[in-house]
């Protein structure tokens, strides 16, 4: 268990289907972050957790969007009612840092690739 | 979206050669990074550098930044196939948000 593990790898949902996606962070890392990437583009920040707080989710697109990280280490990003636009990878990632530091060097895992027909 | 500018945004070069990518942002930053990503694959940090640094190194990796023209390069030296991926900057901004701020990216192909 040396980095980010991130499952499914693969996911395909009926447009309107409840999806969940799991990130298992690098043990002790204290920060957790949620990505959004789009095909030929960069990511896009979603949320941020430090530990089992979120003190950031000013990037989730709607209220569709729901992430958690209830105690503190795996994670799991939800997406109600799905839509053809959600369709894209979703990286987690993971650091050790906190406060000053914290995103200093992430750690991503391999992502999720979502598909919503 | 608050993305930056990379370019060029492909470049294809031969083994050995060097390979300069270029990023702009658009706001104040704490310090910028640069990432690669292989096909299908997460993103990998490659070297950080902080706003009151000009330039800085690492193995075959040279980062520049100009905080007054609010861009950075990133040079890749004697370049071999096992670059090939795609490179992206990140922005921190000031605030602590936790957030990062990637660029659109560079793809880059190292033709053996």
């Known amino acids: 268990g040396a980095g980010v593990s991130q499952s499914p790898r693969y996911k395909v949902a009926k447009r309107g289907q409840d999806v969940a996606l799991r990130c298992d962070p690098i043990?002790?890392?204290?920060?957790l972050f949620w990505y959004q990437q789009a095909l030929g583009q960069g990511p896009e920040f979603l949320t941020y957790?430090?530990?089992?707080?979120?003190?950031?989710k000013s990037g989730l697109p709607s209220d569709r969007f729901f992430a958690e990280r209830p105690e503190g280490s795996v994670s799991t990003l939800k997406i109600q009612r799905t839509q053809q636009e959600d369709s894209a990878v979703y990286l987690c990632?993971?650091?050790?840092?906190?406060?000053?530091?914290?995103?200093?060097?992430?750690?991503f895992g391999s992502g999720t690739q979502l598909s919503v027909l | 979206s608050q993305q930056g500018e990379e370019d060029p945004q492909a470049l294809s070069i031969q083994e050995g050669e060097n390979a300069t990518m270029n990023c702009s942002y658009k706001t104040s930053i704490n310090n910028l990074q640069w990432y690669r990503q292989n096909s299908g694959r997460g993103l990998v940090h490659l070297i950080l550098?902080?706003?009151?640094?000009r330039e800085k190194h690492s193995g075959r990796l040279r980062v520049t930044l100009d905080t007054s023209k609010k861009s950075s390069s990133l040079l890749i030296t004697a370049s071999r196939a096992a670059d090939t991926a795609s490179y992206f900057c990140?922005?921190?901004?000031?605030?602590?948000?936790?957030?990062?701020?990637f660029g659109q990216g560079t793809t880059l192909q190292v033709k053996p």
């Open positions: 043990s002790g890392h204290v920060s």
């Open positions: 990632a993971s650091s050790p840092g906190q406060g000053a530091r914290v995103n200093e060097k992430l750690f």
């Open positions: 957790f430090q530990n089992e707080a979120q003190l950031d």
């Open positions: 550098i902080r706003s009151n640094e």
């Open positions: 990140a922005t921190v901004p000031p605030g602590n948000t936790g957030k990062l701020i």
